[in-house]
């Protein structure tokens, strides 16, 4: 499977989709599975491009193993899948940074200072985005307009939601049990986001 950043229809109309940029170290395990498992949710058609990179990465490695593994259980294809570091161009033209650590997000923003107001960490962002009305962004007739409207949202609230381990732990190296943890806390982070862009109004 060719890696998708190109899930956003050929011939779409510039700057009407949306960017979502996923940053860890190696970009083989914690950015890498939030990519795939994003994807694998938003489905091919999706006007959301959605892409990763380490803030160490060595380019075209596959993803981790382990992660691969923890991947498949919650229903992402690792297939094709090759790292990238993370560049400040990347950054530049993300409409959305998620970040595995705070250090990432740190890492990301001094590359592309501008990007301070949309660079989040991934359970940040998903703590913030349970804490919206869902009404505010599934009044929104597509998936990449309500993205930019949670991201709206979701600014405004940082700061006044309490978010608790913000930091998904690196499981490189370590236990299985490490990357499935790993996995399930974006997962986790994820549902809510992945919902409100994707789910029909009530």
């Known amino acids: 499977m060719e890696r ?10 510039p700057g009407a989709g949306f960017r979502i940029l996923f940053v860890c170290t190696g970009n ?3 950015s890498a599975m939030a990519e795939r498992l994003t994807l ?7 006007p ?13 490695l596959p993803m981790a193993e382990r992660a691969s593994t923890a991947l498949l259980r919650l229903g992402g294809d690792p297939g094709g899948f090759a790292s990238r570091p993370l560049t400040a161009e990347e950054v530049a033209r993300a409409d959305l940074v998620l970040a595995a650590s705070a250090e990432h997000r740190a890492a990301a923003v001094a590359l592309h200072p501008a990007a301070a107001a949309r660079a989040f960490t991934i359970v940040e962002f998903g703590a913030l985005a349970r804490a919206v009305p869902a009404g505010r962004v599934l009044g929104h007739g597509d998936s990449a307009r309500r993205a930019r409207a949670l991201l709206e949202e979701a600014g405004a609230l940082r700061g006044l939601v309490r978010v608790e381990r913000p930091d998904i732990d690196d499981p490189y190296g370590g236990p299985r049990r490490g990357y499935r943890e790993a996995a399930r806390r974006i997962a986790d982070a994820l549902d809510v986001p992945i919902r ?4 029909a109004p009530a």
């Open 4 to 13: 998708t950043r190109d899930c956003d229809p050929a011939g779409s109309v």
């Open 28 to 30: 083989i395990c914690r």
């Open 40 to 46: 694998a949710a938003l489905g091919p058609k999706s």
């Open 48 to 60: 959301i491009r959605v892409s990763s990179a380490g803030t160490r990465a060595r380019p075209g």
């Open 196 to 199: 409100l862009l994707t789910h």
